[in-house]
């Protein structure tokens, strides 16, 4: 019945392979970002050590490079957040900005947050593109969007999950990876 009306019309029946690339891509498994910072008045600068940290050879590296002992000075150099990116399904249509221009989520589309930036702003996985969004539903209780009358436009599924792991140098030049980056103080601009 529908090949016969697109018939009428003038247009043939999508094939499984044209109806395959309209799926929209699916971020990568776990999600790098590299260089990454992940909050407000985040600095890469002279770090406390505050906590016995075992450096390693590399993000994920299984090789022990070092012990760092409490009460020593690192450089923080660079760091990179592995996202395991969390599905967030959209509710409502809900107005944004994407790169300087306004769009819409809409209702039944999905995508994924990626990292945290501050302020309220992740990076997120839309459409096969990372943007930036202010995700209000992150966020319960008391005048959050999931205690208004007419709930929040979209609900995220399963936990957010990141590790954040951060270079550092020893005032011996020795450089190696943690991904216990509380165990650092002296991080936040904006006072730690």
């Known amino acids: ?35 990454a910072c992940p909050f407000e008045g985040c600095a890469y600068r002279d770090w406390t050590v505050d906590a016995d940290t075992q450096l390693y050879d590399g993000p994920g590296g299984k090789k022990l490079a070092i012990l760092l002992k409490k009460g020593g000075r690192v450089t923080g150099l660079t760091g990179e957040v592995h996202v395991k990116p969390q599905l967030v399904r959209v509710l409502r249509d809900q107005p944004s900005v994407k790169d300087g221009k306004a769009f819409s989520f809409r209702k039944g589309e999905v995508f994924y947050l990626l990292t945290y930036l501050g302020e309220g702003e992740y990076q997120a996985w839309y459409k096969g593109e990372v943007i930036q969004v202010a995700p209000d539903f992150v966020w319960q209780g008391a005048n959050t969007c999931s205690d208004s009358p007419e709930g929040c436009w979209a609900k995220p599924e399963g936990k957010y999950q990141a590790t954040w792991w951060v270079k550092v140098r020893l005032e011996s030049g020795a450089e190696g990876w943690s991904n216990e980056p509380d165990n650092f103080g002296n991080k936040d601009s904006l006072g730690d």
């Open 1 to 35: 019945m529908v090949a016969a009306f697109l018939a009428l019309v003038g247009l043939e029946m999508p094939t499984f392979a044209q109806t395959a690339q309209q799926v929209e891509p699916k971020p990568p498994e776990v999600f790098i970002d590299k260089g």
